[in-house]
């Protein structure tokens, strides 16, 4: 079963998978948010026009490995979808969030992770600028790559006039794999926008 997480939560992954676990993968999904216009998508369409279809949304999920020093090693986005050592693949742009389920998929082999590296923030932005006022639906979660048990969820209400957001992060402690879903708003059209509101979270 699932964890759903709060805000600020922090929890182990391994004990949540209730064993070690190395191959993850991070999901995310949206949907574009139904006006009270429109239930089929036209007066969003009009307004808030994307590029693929006129009625849809890019959000770009993004990983941004990070060293004790909160020095980042790497990132791993739209433009660069596996980290140099190979540890981490991103499965590639989806420039609409139609369709069921995880809509950006991000693979992390975490056994693979070099040592230096004791945290990865994950983002989300919305590269075609319109605010998460026009999302709903959006979640981001964990599932154990080896059986395809999803470990952990955190549903992401937040909508409001943010273009980005600050998701989780995963990270060593102790020895093993921690969670923390951070759920902060940003605003930014790529992860670069946002190093100066992710480094605190590193």
């Not at 999901?27 to 429109?38: E, H, N």
């Not at 742009?93 to 809509?103: K, M, V």
Request: glycine share 12%; net charge negative.
């Amino acid at each position: 079963m699932a964890v759903s997480l709060q805000k600020g939560q922090k929890i182990s992954l391994s004990k949540e998978a209730g064993g070690d676990l190395t191959q993850v993968k991070l999901g995310l999904g949206w949907d574009v948010a139904q006006g009270p216009q429109d239930k089929k998508g036209g007066f969003l369409g009009k307004l808030f026009g994307g590029g693929s279809g006129g009625d849809s949304i890019d959000l770009d999920a993004s990983c941004i490995m990070f060293d004790n020093n909160k020095q980042a090693i790497d990132a791993i986005w739209f433009s660069q979808l596996k980290s140099k050592d190979g540890s981490i693949v991103h499965t590639g742009d989806n420039r609409t969030g139609d369709g069921d389920g995880d809509d950006e998929v991000i693979n992390v082999d975490l056994s693979r992770i070099p040592a230096n590296v004791v945290s990865l923030v994950f983002t989300v932005n919305s590269f075609t600028g319109q605010t998460f006022e026009t999302v709903e639906n959006a979640f981001c979660r964990i599932v154990n790559a080896n059986n395809n048990q999803e470990v952990a969820r955190y549903n992401l209400s937040a909508q409001g006039g943010h273009t980005a957001m600050i998701m989780a992060k995963v990270y060593r402690h102790n020895n093993e794999w921690k969670m923390h879903a951070i759920g902060e708003t940003a605003s930014g059209r790529t992860f670069h926008d946002l190093m100066p509101a992710i480094t605190p979270h590193a």
